[in-house]
């Protein structure tokens, strides 16, 4: 199971450490990802890494402000968002993939955790 937590209420321009930790489930074998959904709008892909973190890829609305990485010895995925805008304001989800490399489509991952909130005020 996963579970993404260290949303909340930051201003624009402002800074936050996302986690996903997993329980029951050793992420080291899967690739993962963050994804976020805003209200009446459709889930979007915001960055993927792959089992080692060697490699990891960003949407271009979140590349040089977003960092993913990942701890496979915590068990746990990071998403830090620095420069925060009023538009990054979404239910944040990270997902695990159990094909090799970094994908950026939902239907390519496999198991999804329940969402932390973010919200961006301006």
């Known amino acids: 199971q996963l579970q993404a937590f260290g949303g909340g209420l930051v201003q624009a321009g402002g800074s936050l450490r996302l986690s996903c930790s997993a329980s029951?489930?050793?992420?080291?074998?899967?690739?993962m990802g963050w994804f976020r959904q805003a209200p009446g709008k459709e889930r979007e892909f915001v960055s993927a890494i792959n089992r080692s973190g060697g490699t990891t890829y960003y949407a271009d609305s979140v590349k040089g402000r977003f960092t993913i990485s990942r701890d496979n010895a915590k068990n746990t995925v990071y998403l830090q968002m620095n420069s925060l805008k009023p538009e990054d304001m979404a239910t944040y989800h990270c997902?695990?993939?159990?094909?090799?490399?970094?994908?950026?489509?939902?239907?390519?991952?496999?198991?999804w955790g329940q969402g932390t909130q973010v919200t961006v005020s301006s």
């Open positions: 029951g489930r050793t992420i080291s074998i899967y690739a």
């Open positions: 997902a695990a993939s159990r094909r090799l490399n970094i994908r950026v489509h939902g239907d390519e991952y496999d198991y």
